[in-house]
């Protein structure tokens, strides 16, 4: 058995490494179902679509990105607090919130021998955050084609989307 109080850089790094590898394929696996749902409703979508409709996919889209960040958060957070680096699950999950968002600077901290283990972290999040951020300029660029789509139509015939509008 390893000893988790003995400092070992290259046991943390390739612990962190692996942690990170894991997130970042089930970020990967999780984007793209989120995509896929997305763009199945998508395409039911046109410009007499109700903005409420529309505005609802937005928010379930999003909803799910977010769900997602927090399930790879609590992976990170369930091995520090099993192997009693932070004891507490809700002090574990605080930590890893605190690092994947590169936040930093909360009360909890890991022990100093493992204290490479929270850049590592950051570094995930830094990762996913980013794939998210490209996905949801993805998304918003179809919701900018569907709008102007329907400025095209509201300018031919003003009165078109009059009983759509909706909200």
Known sequence: MVELSAPDPVLETVLGTITLIVIIFLHG??????????????????????????????????????????????????????????????DSYYYVLQSYTTLGGGSVT??????????????????????????LVSIMTEFGKLDRVRARRLNSDPGADADTDGG
Do not use: K, Y
């Not at 890991?110 to 996905?135: E, K, N």
């Open 29 to 90: 696996a999780g984007i793209r179902t989120i995509n896929q749902r997305f763009s199945r409703s998508w395409v039911l979508m046109d410009h007499s679509t109700p903005h409420w409709r529309i505005n609802l996919l937005l928010a379930c889209t999003i909803g799910a990105l977010a769900v997602l960040h927090f399930a790879e958060t609590l992976l990170w957070s369930l091995p520090l607090s099993v192997l009693g680096l932070i004891p507490s699950l809700r």
């Open 110 to 135: 890991l022990p100093d021998q493992w204290r490479l283990i929270g850049p590592i972290i950051a570094m995930s999040g830094l990762f996913t955050f980013g794939w998210t951020g490209s996905v």
